[in-house]
């Protein structure tokens, strides 16, 4: 292959620059992206596993529509429909006057997309908690409220932390798709680079190793929670080994 | 007895010898590798209308498809072979420089714009198209120039020519225009028209294509003076310097005889897009003679 490499892109001006925002860019949308995830995710889980009928039918909507439709077209359907179906004054605000609408909607749509598969993690994780630890809270007469606080979430929290380490390390990788809105986040940056000097692979290869390093650093983050947090003799107490 | 085979191995290896020097004068490595595979393979994309694109048959159509077939046939006779297949290649804007750069695509037939940084890993033909950035605006708008655009907002194509050039315009003269990056030219026109923004900005080709699309022509114009210069070619291997000056004594001969000005009514005209007095010039200029 007739391809020159020239490594040294990446540490020449502004190149590098344009990598380090891409990164703070990434880092800004998944980490508040995460905060609504976790937020609506609780909310709704909790909710899903209330055995009220009417809450039930609410979250299950929820969860099909944002759970089934493809990240791209959610962003997408925010970005431009959401704005023309609202009435006129609303629709412009969101398209005019809102500072950064994009990145805005960028956060908002993956918060929501992500939020939808935590609250299927919370709500299982509700159900994995042994049954008669909802009676016994309930039986020492504590609110359901109160329950929920202080018995049943705290047990589910810790059962679901494994596979929410995945929801996170996904929000991070899932925030490319920003980049088809206009956020000019990591990977966009990292087409800029190729699109200006042609030295794609040098680029798209920084990137690569920024986003195994985000990744490796949540996972080990995460470890560490699991393990600050396990409760012996409980079916999250042991400490697993795994990836 | 001992003497006949040697003779025969001396004036074998002068033989050799002397193709190899013949061949050196009449080859490349683009040219050895379309001889030994019997194909030459054309890169083409799929929506780069009308320059290079896929017609309801799944067809690969065009300007540059066009010019790119008689390439095809000169090449077929100037390494005499009978017969020459011709392979399409479907590429897109991130693939096809890596792709004429290491061989998959002997050349990429679309609309590349020739630039000094894409030189350092491949190699342009002749221009055979000139475009220039202008804005696409609603005919209504009232906005004809870039300082028109002051406090209101523009579409550009994220990680495009256009979209840096118009960002320095813009810095230049101190303007208060909001940038939306948008991913492709489809998403520049919804932008346009729902109103998210005041005018979309690329290649003028691209926005007449776009214009003559929309549901009403009418309600939209191309305005501006051109805020850039860009001059298209095909794209080659690197250091294929045989291949290269078949591709452009392609270009040339078709320029002389006039039928690259009868392909681009083919393809122009349908769009509303007339033959501009800087194309016809470069035309002139590409027809040298044989």
């Not at chain 1, 620059?17 to 990434?26: E, F, I, K, S």
């Not at chain 1, 950064?100 to 918060?111: D, F, M, N, R, Y």
């Not at chain 1, 794609?200 to 990137?207: D, S």
């Not at chain 2, 750069?101 to 000094?116: L, P, Y």
Request: glycine residues 6%; contains cysteine; hydrophobic residues 45%.
């Amino acid at each position: 292959m007739n391809y020159s490499w020239n490594w040294s892109v990446l540490v020449q001006d502004p190149y590098a620059q344009w990598l380090v925002w891409g990164l703070a860019m990434t880092m800004t949308i998944s980490v508040a992206a995460l905060a609504i995830a976790l937020v609506v995710g609780t909310g709704v889980g909790v909710l899903h596993s209330s055995h009220n009928r009417v809450a039930g039918v609410m979250t299950g909507i929820y969860v099909s529509v944002f759970r089934n439709v493809p990240l791209l077209l959610q962003m997408f359907l925010w970005f431009f429909v959401v704005p023309e179906i609202l009435p006129g004054g609303a629709g412009r605000w969101l398209k005019r006057d809102l500072p950064h609408p994009e990145i805005v909607t960028a956060i908002v749509a993956l918060g929501l997309f992500t939020g939808s598969r935590i609250a299927v993690q919370v709500s299982a994780g509700i159900d994995a908690v042994p049954r008669g630890q909802r009676a016994a809270a309930r039986a020492t007469g504590l609110s359901a409220w109160q329950a929920y606080r202080f018995v049943l979430l705290p047990q589910a929290v810790r059962i679901i932390i494994p596979p929410l380490t995945s929801e996170i390390l996904t929000i991070f990788k899932n925030s490319s798709i920003a980049l088809t809105i206009g956020v000019y986040e990591l990977t966009a940056q990292t087409q800029q680079i190729q699109s200006i000097t042609y030295q794609g692979f040098e680029a798209f290869t920084a990137a690569t190793v920024i986003y195994v390093a985000i990744a490796l650093a949540v996972t080990l983050m995460m470890r560490r929670v699991e393990n600050w947090t396990a409760l012996p003799g409980t079916i999250s107490g042991g400490v697993h080994v795994r990836f | 007895m001992n003497i006949r085979p040697r003779a025969v191995l001396g004036a074998f290896v002068i033989c050799m010898l002397s193709a190899s020097w013949a061949e050196a004068q009449s080859s490349d490595g683009v040219i050895d590798r379309i001889r030994s595979r019997g194909a030459i393979s054309i890169g083409y994309r799929d929506s780069s209308i009308p320059f290079s694109y896929v017609d309801a048959q799944g067809k690969p159509q065009g300007y540059s498809n066009d010019i790119c077939l008689e390439v095809a046939q000169t090449v077929k006779s100037a390494i005499g072979l009978t017969d020459l297949q011709i392979k399409m290649v479907p590429v897109n804007l991130q693939n096809r420089i890596p792709l004429v750069a290491n061989g998959t695509v002997d050349i990429s037939c679309e609309s590349a714009v020739n630039t000094i940084a894409r030189q350092s890993q491949v190699d342009f033909s002749y221009p055979f198209f000139i475009s220039q950035t202008r804005l696409l605006v609603k005919s209504k708008s009232g906005i004809v120039e870039l300082k028109d655009l002051d406090g209101k907002a523009i579409a550009l194509p994220i990680n495009s020519v256009p979209e840096r050039l118009i960002k320095s315009l813009i810095e230049k003269d101190k303007l208060n225009v909001r940038v939306v990056a948008v991913k492709d030219n489809a998403e520049g026109f919804l932008a346009l028209s729902t109103d998210r923004v005041d005018a979309f900005s690329t290649d003028d080709i691209l926005l007449f294509g776009l214009r003559s699309k929309a549901p009403t022509p009418s309600d939209y114009s191309v305005v501006g003076a051109p805020l850039s210069y860009d001059s298209y070619g095909l794209l080659v291997q690197k250091n294929s310097t045989v291949f290269l000056s078949l591709v452009n004594a392609t270009l040339s001969r078709m320029a002389r005889d006039g039928r690259l000005q009868k392909l681009y009514e083919k393809w122009f005209v349908p769009i509303d897009v007339p033959l501009s007095p800087v194309l016809a010039t470069v035309l002139k200029i590409i027809a040298i003679p044989e």
